[in-house]
């Protein structure tokens, strides 16, 4: 079965430094996502993407974060100064279609740790 | 603004009984609503839905209620078994389009023991 994968697992860095998280979606999907769960509290939305464009991102998506399709397989999120409180899982997600009844499809997530 | 609430953190069921799992939403808007499960180190897969014009889908030993006054949902899992072991989030959406996203709960974990 298709699957979101992403890459890395894992990011350590350093409070001030950038990190770009990397995803591929499903081939033949067109609207892309990233959600975060800070730990013990619930998966929040950040931002969608759809026609190489921002649909809609949330207040927590500030101007420190970004959204690239930089080819047609990748999807990456930028935190360009990374705080302390963005340490958090990041998850990734596609999606065939946005009507009313679809489902997400989600990647294992990145675990980003700001030390 | 926790549109979606889970209110039991957790849940400890005996193999081959039943776990409920519950979700309370305040949106009145919402009108599609997914349960997601959880593993470790892995990302959230889609379990079973419902649309807001029902009040009862199953598939296979899962189902999902919805009573709308009640702006209540919950999980059915019958018979439980060890590998249902997971954490499972309540999320819901609100109509279609470019802005489509889901909303999620803070999830439930839950045990099956053997």
């Known amino acids: 079965e298709p699957e979101v994968t992403q890459t890395p697992s894992h990011q350590v860095t350093q409070m001030g430094q950038e990190v770009i998280l990397r995803c591929v979606p499903i081939?033949?999907?067109?609207?892309f996502y990233w959600y975060r769960q800070i730990l013990g509290q619930k998966v929040e939305f950040l931002v969608s993407?759809?026609?190489?464009?921002?649909?809609?991102k949330s207040e927590i998506f500030d101007d420190q974060f970004s959204v690239e399709r930089p080819d047609g397989s990748n999807f990456t999120l930028k935190i360009r100064s990374t705080k302390l409180e963005d340490s958090a899982m990041y998850f990734c997600?596609?999606?065939?279609?946005?009507?009313?009844?679809?489902?997400?499809?989600f990647g294992s997530g990145t675990q980003l740790s700001v030390l | 603004d926790q549109q979606v609430k889970q209110n039991s953190p957790s849940l400890s069921v005996q193999e081959g009984r039943i776990s409920i799992l519950n979700c309370d939403y305040t949106n009145s808007m919402f009108d599609y609503f997914l349960w997601y499960k959880k593993y470790p180190a892995e990302g959230p897969t889609f379990l079973i839905s419902i649309s807001s014009i029902k009040d009862k889908n199953e598939d296979g030993r899962f189902t999902v209620f919805l009573n709308k006054s009640a702006k209540h949902l919950s999980l059915h899992i019958v018979p439980s078994q060890p590998g249902d072991s997971a954490v499972y989030f309540c999320?819901?959406?609100?109509?279609?389009?470019?802005?489509?996203?889901?909303?999620f709960g803070k999830g439930t974990l839950l045990t099956v023991n053997p």
């Open positions: 997600a596609s999606s065939q279609k946005a009507e009313w009844n679809e489902k997400l499809f």
């Open positions: 999320a819901a959406s609100a109509g279609g389009g470019s802005n489509y996203k889901l909303t």
């Open positions: 081939s033949n999907h067109l609207y």
């Open positions: 993407f759809y026609n190489n464009e921002i649909s809609e």
